[in-house]
């Protein structure tokens, strides 16, 4: 998992221009609450800045929400977001732990994909369940194999924007179904322009890899949807948003 470090001050700049997460948090919460009546305690992995998780604390619940990067945490807790109703935390997906227990647990913008090793799928999903309470939610999305093959590949992408040009290119490798995105990003600061390079991985995971998974860890009842919809997952679909329940008597 990259730890977003250099583009950690420019990460909101780029993103609000780009993701809904109003919308998006809508879209998870509407996901939770069928299953749910009132889910109030949560569990957010991977949270970055806290984009998601200022949308969805207005939802009347808490979120103990927690990122491997300090940098990225910083600029969370600089939103000053009541103490009330979240908690940063720096720790690692794949070995995260809690004293307490979760209604559920969310883990949004393809962080899942970060996971490169072995068994990381796994050992991530097994944490979740045993943080749930019987029950409990667990809500993620990936990225398709689809998406990553055919439509990133080994593509290279120009942005040019008022404060910020950045050159993104990929590299498939499809022996270990990752991709690789190299970024130079030239950012405005004042009247000059900075450069900084980032390097990302990404791996895909096919459906029945994920669903494989979440049944080892323990998750009775497992769903998928087009992303961002409730429609069935087809072959050309670019995201996948997972619904994993915990049973009830778990």
């Known amino acids: 998992m990259s730890s977003y470090e250099n583009l950690a001050d420019y990460y909101d700049r780029l993103m609000n221009r780009d993701v809904d997460y109003e919308g998006w948090a809508n879209y998870l919460w509407e996901l939770l609450t069928e299953i749910q009546a009132c889910p109030v305690e949560g569990l957010e992995l991977a949270s ?5 998780t200022e949308q969805l604390i207005r939802k009347n619940c808490h979120l103990d929400a927690f990122d491997r990067s300090e940098d990225m945490l910083m600029i969370a807790r600089e939103k000053n977001l009541s103490i009330r109703d979240v908690r940063f935390y720096q720790q690692d997906m794949v070995d995260f732990r809690f004293a ?3 209604d ?3 883990c949004s913008c393809d962080s899942i994909n970060y996971l490169l090793e072995d068994g990381d799928l796994l050992r991530v999903f ?3 369940f045993d943080q749930l309470k019987p029950g409990g939610v667990f809500l993620f999305d990936v990225v398709t194999l689809y998406r990553m093959e055919e439509l990133y ?3 290279t992408f120009v942005v040019d924007q008022d404060d910020v040009y950045y050159v993104w290119k ?3 490798d499809p022996k270990k179904s990752e991709i690789s995105y190299e970024i130079t990003f030239f950012a405005q600061i004042e009247e000059c322009y900075v450069r900084f ?3 990302h991985r990404q791996r895909g995971y096919s459906m029945k890899e994920i669903e494989l998974a979440l049944n080892k860890a ?3 009842t497992v769903q998928s949807f087009d992303g961002f919809s409730k429609n069935p997952v087809t072959d050309k679909s670019e995201r996948v948003q997972w619904r994993a329940m915990k049973g009830a008597q778990s």
Do not use: H, I, P
């Open 100 to 102: 307490k227990k979760y």
């Open 48 to 52: 970055g800045t806290g984009n998601m």
């Open 218 to 220: 323990g998750f009775s």
């Open 153 to 155: 590949g080994n593509e």
């Open 126 to 128: 097994q944490r979740v």
């Open 104 to 106: 559920f647990a969310v």
């Open 197 to 199: 390079d980032e390097f």
């Open 170 to 172: 990929n590299q498939w």
